[in-house]
C-alpha cells in the first residue's frame, strides 16, 4: 500500500488556522470530501467529524512529537482516504506527550476495512516517527512539497 495512493494532492494543507481538535477534523474532512475521489460521495461532513471524534472520545490520537492521527471507519467509502495538515498554529490535542500538535493526517477507512485501515495507520505512524520527516513537513514552503516529501517512499523506507 502507497501512501501516494491514499493521498491525492489536493488534500493537503498548509498553515491552516484552526483553535479546536473539533475544527481542526472538520476543516480536514472537507478537504477530503471536496478532493477528486471524493467529490460525488453521498458520505456528509457532519458523518465523518462525528465517526473522528467518537474515537477522539476513546483516547486521543495525539501521538507525541506534535503529530496526530485521528482515524474513524465510516459507510459510504470504497477504500481508505487520508489528508495532512500543517497547522499555523499548534492546537491541544491532549497528545501522550501533553504537547500541542501542529501535524496532522486524518484517516478515513469503510467500515469493513480492518486490514487495511490498520496498515495505513501503520504505514504513516511510521513515517511520522522519523525526526527528519517531521522537520521537512514543517519547514516545506507549499503544499506540494508536503505532499512530495509525506509520499517519497524512497526515503519512508530507508533505515
Not at 491552516?16 to 478532493?35: F, R
Not at 500543517?86 to 500541542?100: K, Q
Not at 480492518?114 to 516517527?129: K, N, T, W, Y
Request: hydrophobic share 45%; with cysteine; glycine share 4%.
Amino acid at each position: 500500500m502507497s501512501i501516494a495512493n491514499l493521498l491525492s494532492r489536493d488534500c493537503v494543507a498548509i498553515d491552516l488556522k484552526v483553535t479546536s481538535k473539533k475544527q481542526l477534523i472538520q476543516e480536514m474532512a472537507q478537504l477530503i470530501l471536496a478532493s477528486e475521489t471524493l467529490k460525488d460521495s453521498d458520505l456528509e461532513l457532519r458523518q465523518i467529524v462525528s465517526a473522528a471524534m467518537e474515537r477522539e472520545r476513546l483516547g486521543s490520537t495525539g501521538v507525541g512529537s506534535g503529530v496526530a492521527l485521528p482515524h474513524a471507519r465510516l459507510d459510504g467509502l470504497d477504500k481508505v482516504h487520508i489528508a495532512i495538515a500543517r497547522l499555523e498554529t499548534a492546537v491541544e490535542f491532549e497528545a501522550i506527550d501533553d504537547r500541542p500538535v501542529d501535524l496532522v493526517v486524518l484517516i478515513l477507512a469503510p467500515s469493513d476495512a480492518g486490514g487495511e485501515h490498520l496498515r495505513a495507520l501503520a504505514q504513516v505512524s511510521r513515517r511520522l516517527r522519523k525526526d527528519e520527516l517531521r522537520a521537512r513537513l514543517r519547514s516545506a514552503p507549499n503544499a506540494e512539497s508536503v505532499y512530495i516529501a509525506f509520499t517519497d517512499d524512497t526515503r519512508a523506507n530507508a533505515a
